[in-house]
C-alpha cells in the first residue's frame, strides 16, 4: 500500500494562535505556562488534521516541525549551540527565554543582548536565525523538547516521524569569525567529530521511544557543493546508520548533480522534490537499491494552486510499478510556505477558490493519487479526481486570465530605455536639487503601525468608516509621521505608510489580476506572517496606488520625501504567483504597472523614489548554472520600472537579510542611486563585497537592527559606519536602519531613530 505523509506543517494556526501567544508572552501579558498550552494544542491539532487525511496503511505525522521561533533555532539550542554573550551555563539546560533572547535579542527574562543573524531560508521568504559558530565548539543535548513532543504524539495514538536538520546543513547553514567564506568554508566540517555523537544520541533516544522512521533534511544537496562538503556525507551517514530507519529529505530544487553521493548512502530512504525538478525521478529512482523507500514530491509544498491528479499519476505509474509499498507519497517540501485550510476562506470569489489547494487540501490531493494508484473503486475518490480536472479545464479557459492591453506592452518591451544619464553625472544634479549633508539620513519606509491605525483601516474596508473620514484620519497620520521625523532632524523623509496593511498586499489591492485571502497567513520569522496575495491574471495598473498620499506628505514640508513603492521582484516572490506562465513574464507586467507609477510620482514633484527589491537575492536560483538567466530579468524588470526618470530624480532601492556578496555585480547593474541594505546584525558583513568589487553608487548599511526591541547605541552605531567608511567613500554614505519600522513601538522609535542621527552629526563632526 502506497504511504503518504508530509515534511512538515504550518506551525501559526488558523487564526494564528502562535503568533497572538509569543507576542503576549513577550509583553509580560501571560506566562510562560499559557504560551507552552497553545503550543500543545496547536501541536494536537495540526498532527489530527494530517492524520485525518491519511490514505491506506499508516500515516506518518512530522513531530520536530513545530518552532517556537524558528527550526534552526530550535535545533541550534537543542545541540547546546548557544553563543557565549547570552551567558548559558554548560551544565544547565537551555531555556525558551534563551532561545528567544537569541532570535529577537530580548525575552521576559534574561539580560538584553544582540540577537543572532537572521537570514533566507534558501530561496524563500522564511527567515531563519544563523548558527554562530566558534573552533572546538562544544555541543550536547541541552534541550528534551524534541523527546517531550514525540512522547506527545505517541500518546494521541499517532505514527510518529521526527523531523531534524542534518548535521551537514546545519553546519553549512552556521557562521563564525572563524570561518569567513561563509557557507562554502569546508573549516566548518572540522566540528563534525563533535557534532556527530550528539546526533546519534539524539537518534539513540528516539529509537528508544519506538519510533521506527526519522526524517533528517539535507536541503544543501539541491545547492553546489565543494568536493569537502560532498566527501562528507557518507562519514555522517556511516555514523548515524542503525538507530532507526533514515529517511534522507531533500527538496527545493534536483539533486542529480550529486547521485555519487546518493549512491550507496547508508540510508533507508530518499525524498525527492518533483515539482521543482520533475525530471529526476527515474535517474534517481535508478540509484537506489531494491530496499530504500522513494519519497515522490509530487504535490507542490510552496504554491496554492490545485494538482493536475492525471498528470500526477502519470509520473507516478512507473515510479509504483517499481518501488510498490516503497513508494512515499509527499508534498514537495514542508508546507510551511502555505496557508493551513482552503475552506477557512469564505469572502473568496468562489471560481478563483476552484483553482486553489492550501496544506490540509494538498494532503487530500496525496490521499487521492495513494487510493489511485492502489486501484481504489471508492466512487468519492473516483469524483475528486474528477471535479479536480474540471476546475483545472475551467481554469485554462478563463476569459479573466488574460488582458489584451497588457499582452501588446509586453510585446513592445524591447523599444522601451533601459539607461540613464551615468552615475556621476546625475548624483552631482541629484546633490545640487536635495542639498543634503554628509551621512544623509533617512529611514525604510514605513512607521510603527498603532492599534489605532489598524482599526481604522478594519472599519473603512468594513464600510464603517466613510471614504472622507479614513482619507482625513490617514493624512492626520501622515502629518504627525512628517512631523516627528522633523523633530527628530532626519534628513529625508517619508510619509509612514499609514494606508498600507503589508508592503505587497497593498498594491496587490490596486492592481488587476490580484486575488486575497482572509486567512492566507504564512510565518515569515519568529511571530511574523504576512499573507501573500495571489497572482492569478495578467497585472495591470488601473489607477495611480500611491500618488495622493506621497503628493500630500510632500506638501506639508521643505524636506525631500521619499515615494514608496514595492519592485516587481519583490512583488513576485511575495506572492503566490500563477504557474501557467514563466515568472519573467509575470515580472515584467509588475514592472510595467510600478513604471507608470514611478512616472507618476515624478510629474508630482516628487524628488526621491524608492523601489525596494528586498526579495532580489531570495529569487536566485539555487544552481549557479541558472543564475544569470534569473539575474537577467531580474535587473531588466527593476530597470523597465526605473530607468526612464529624470537625471535629478533619485533612484533607491532596499535589500535585507540576504546574502548577496555573490551577486554585487547585478545589484550594480540594477543602477538605482542608493542602495540601503541590512548589515547591523552581520556586524557590516555584507560590506565585504565591496573589498573586492568598486560598487559605484550610493549606499546605506542599516546600522541598527529593527527586528529586535533592544535599543541601539550611538557609539556602535558610529562604529558600523566607519567600518562602512573604511570600504567605501563618506560621501557616498547614507544612515539608516535596517529595514521598516512597521513592528515597533512609538517610544523604542523615537529614542533609536535619536541616537541614529546623534551618529550621522558625530560622523560629520569627525570628518
Partial sequence: MTEIHSLGFPRMG?????????????????????????????????????????????????????????????????????????????????????????????????????????????????HYIVP????????????????????????????????????????????????????HDAGKLELLDRLLPVYARVLERVAQLGVEWVQIDEPILALDLPAAWQEAFPHVYQALAGQVKILLATYFGGITHHLDVLANLPVQGVHVDLVRAPEQAGTVAAVLDGTQVFSAGVIDGRNIWRTDLDKALEALQPLHNQFKERLWLAPSCSLLHVPIDLDAEHQLDSELKSWMSFA??????????????????????????????????????????????????????????????????????????????????????????????????????????????????????????????EEVGLDVLVHGEPERNDMVEYFGELLGGFAFTEQGWVQSYGSRCVKPPVIYGDVLRPAPMTVGWSSYAQSLTDKPLKGMLTGPVTLLQWSFVRDDQPREDTCRQLALALRDEVSDLQEAGIRIIQIDEPAFREGLPLRRSDWQQYLDWAVDCFRIASSHVADETQVHTHMCYSEFNDIIEAIAAMDADVITIETSRSRMELLEAFEDF??????????????????????????????????????????????????????????????MVAAARSLRQMA
Fill in 14 to 126: 488558523q487564526q494564528r494562535e502562535l503568533k497572538f501567544a509569543l507576542e503576549s508572552y513577550w509583553a509580560g501579558k501571560t506566562d510562560q505556562a499559557e504560551l507552552l498550552e497553545t503550543g500543545r494544542q496547536l501541536r494536537e491539532r495540526h498532527w489530527g488534521l494530517q492524520a485525518g487525511t491519511a490514505g491506506p496503511g499508516k500515516t506518518l505525522v512530522p513531530v520536530g516541525d513545530f518552532a517556537w521561533y524558528d527550526h534552526i533555532l530550535e535545533w541550534t539550542t537543542t545541540l547546546g549551540a548557544v553563543p557565549a554573550r547570552f551567558g548559558q551555563s554548560a551544565a544547565e539546560p537551555v531555556t525558551l527565554d534563551t532561545l528567544f533572547r537569541m532570535g529577537r535579542g530580548r525575552a521576559p527574562s534574561g539580560t538584553p543582548v544582540a540577537a543572532c543573524e537572521m537570514t533566507k531560508w534558501f530561496d524563500t521568504n522564511y
Fill in 132 to 183: 554562530e559558530l566558534t573552533p572546538g565548539q562544544e555541543f550536547r543535548i541541552a534541550r528534551d523538547d524534541l523527546f517531550e513532543q514525540i512522547e506527545e504524539a505517541l500518546a494521541l495514538g499517532h505514527a510518529v516521524k521526527p523531523v531534524i536538520p542534518g548535521p551537514l546543513t546545519w553546519l553549512w547553514l552556521g557562521k563564525g569569525d572563524a570561518y569567513s567564506a561563509g557557507p
Fill in 360 to 485: 490540509v487540501q494538498k494532503l487530500d490531493e496525496l490521499h487521492c493519487l495513494a487510493e489511485l494508484l492502489n486501484n481504489s473503486t471508492d466512487e468519492s475518490v473516483n469524483r475528486k479526481v474528477r471535479e479536480q480536472g474540471e476546475a483545472l479545464q475551467r481554469r485554462r479557459q478563463s476569459s479573466r486570465i488574460h488582458h489584451p492591453e497588457v499582452k501588446s506592452r509586453l510585446g513592445n518591451l524591447r523599444s522601451l530605455p533601459r539607461e540613464r544619464t551615468p552615475f556621476a553625472e546625475r548624483i552631482a544634479r541629484q546633490r545640487k536639487a536635495l542639498d543634503l549633508p554628509d551621512y544623509p539620513t533617512t529611514t525604510i519606509g514605513s512607521f510603527p503601525q498603532t492599534p489605532e491605525i489598524r482599526r481604522l483601516r478594519r472599519d473603512w474596508r468594513k464600510g464603517v468608516v466613510s471614504d472622507a473620514a479614513y482619507e482625513k484620519q490617514v493624512r492626520a497620520e501622515i502629518e504627525s509621521v512628517l512631523r516627528f521625523q
Fill in 694 to 755: 568598486s560598487y559605484p553608487n550610493d549606499i546605506g548599511p542599516g546600522v541598527y537592527d529593527i527586528h529586535s526591541p533592544n535599543q541601539p547605541d550611538v557609539k556602535e552605531m558610529v562604529e558600523l559606519i566607519q567600518r562602512a567608511a573604511a570600504r567605501l567613500p563618506k560621501e557616498r554614505l547614507w544612515v539608516n536602519p535596517d529595514c521598516g519600522l512597521k513592528t515597533r513601538a512609538w517610544a523604542e522609535t523615537r529614542g533609536a531613530l535619536e541616537a
